[in-house]
Structure formats: structure tokens, C-alpha cells
């Protein structure tokens, strides 16, 4: 099993535990967090059951899933929420989707996360190609995508099922050979 320390300057990256539900039900339990996600807030069972999720696919071999708790590198306080999902037909490219709790916005953290996430796929996954998609109206994650590197690659036509129907969704990505390690 790999387990994940990562770390930046403003945060670092660590794989959840049992003791983060209640931190990241602050994430996926407030509306404002979710606005942009694909579902509605969260109950603190259905977070709890996310985490007992993300333990089991930290202990699969190959490992295909990373959820990790960001926290912040001065108070060590998990601020948000990271995943890495390793595609299962195509194992050097991989999906990254994340959130941060609402106090934290409009600081760069989003854009510190990013590059962190990229860091940590790149160097220690060796990974080749990472992407994420975003709401079309989700203008801080377009700013916090391009700022780490990453380019906007299009638009998925109704690609997210959400509360309040069929969303498109913008594809951003970084591929390794044309990264730069800002």
C-alpha cells in the first residue's frame, strides 16, 4: 500500500483517516462547497461511508483511488478534500477533482492544491496525462486550473448528472512532458 505525504509550501496532501469525517463533512455537507459538484450536500453518514470507500482503496493493489485530506502546513487543520482517480483502462492518465472549505476561497489555495495534486501525479505516480473537469459557471476553478499549468481543453456537452438536471462540464488538463513544475 502507498501511502501518500505530500507537501507544499501553504499545504500538504495526506491520505484520509477515520478521524477527517467530520472535517470533510464540513466540505461535502455545505451547500456552498457543493455548489459545483455533482450532487447535493452530503450527510455526515454519507461522508462517513466516503471515508470507509477511500481506506478500501488505499489498501487495493493496483491502487486506482486517492482521496486525501488537504491540510493546512502551518495548523496542520484539514481545509479540503483531494481525489485522484487512476483511469482503469488507460493507467497513466487520471482524474483529479477536490474541494476546499468555503473560508479558504480566494486565497490561491485552490491553485496551491492543483499544483500539488500535479506534483504528487507526475513525480511520485508517474503518471502522464491529468485532467479535470468543472462546471462551466465555476470561473475560480477555470483561474485556479490555468494559473497551476493546466490548459482547458473543451466542452463535454451534459456530461454531469446533477441535482437540478444535466450539466456541461469544461475539461482541463496537464500532460507530463509539457508541465512545468512552478
Known sequence: MRLVQCKGAR?????VTEADAAALHGIYGDPAATQYMPFAPLTF??????VEEALRAAEAEPRQLYVLAVVDADHRDVIGVARMHIEADQPQSAEIGLGLRPDQWGRGMGTDLIKLLLSFGFKQLRLHRIWGARAPANLPAQLA???AGMVEEGLVEQHM??????RDSVIHSAVKDRWIDR
Do not use: E, F, K, Y
Not at 453518514?45 to 466516503?50: D, G, Y
Not at 448528472?161 to 444535466?166: I, M, N, S, V
Open 145 to 147: 486550473m490555468l494559473t
Open 161 to 166: 448528472r446533477t441535482p437540478g438536471g444535466w
Open 45 to 50: 453518514p454519507q461522508v462517513t461511508a466516503l
Open 11 to 15: 499545504l500538504g496532501l495526506r491520505d
